[in-house]
């Protein structure tokens, strides 16, 4: 009998410790190419543009992070944080994560930074983005992605 317990006590603690797979929200989401997107939408043509990405991953914790810099007079940056934000929550409802919370500073026409807290499974998960008016239509946007298990 002490025989079963112990085995079964080390099957729970592997079972707890063994990371669960990414979202697909995770895995398929790309910051820069929803951004381009937003920009092709509302008819957006930048100017000079600097970016690039990376993730890192160790046993259950996850991150991904984004740069986008560039140039454009077109719309207040806040409109655009505005439809980033929408594009961004409505991957993650398409990847059915569930919405824990949302964050945003508000200025008069948009966010000009916005987070989602998530969660799908044992997976939680946090988006955050924010947008910088460098000024005279430069700008410089930042978001990263990080999800984490809990077991």
């Not at 009998?1 to 707890?16: E, N, Q, Y």
């Not at 929803?34 to 509302?42: G, R, S």
């Not at 910088?132 to 984490?148: Q, S, T």
């Amino acid at each position: 009998m002490l025989l079963v317990t112990a085995v079964a006590a080390l099957l729970a603690l592997a079972v707890k410790s063994y990371p669960s797979p990414p979202t697909p929200f995770f895995a398929q989401f790309n910051a820069q190419r929803e951004l381009q997107t937003v920009f092709q939408e509302l008819g957006i043509k930048t100017g000079f543009s600097s970016g690039g990405g990376g993730s890192s991953s160790e046993g259950g914790d996850r991150r991904k992070q984004w740069d986008f810099a560039s140039h454009q007079l077109q719309y207040p940056l806040d409109e655009v944080g505005q439809k980033f934000a929408a594009r961004v929550e409505s991957a993650l409802e398409r990847s059915d994560c569930v919405l824990q919370g949302k964050r945003k500073q508000q200025t008069n026409h948009g966010p000009r930074a916005f987070g989602y807290s998530y969660k799908r499974g044992a997976t939680s998960g946090e988006f955050f983005a924010e947008l910088v008016d460098l000024g005279e239509g430069n700008f410089h946007i930042h978001a990263f992605c990080f999800e984490f298990t809990k077991r």
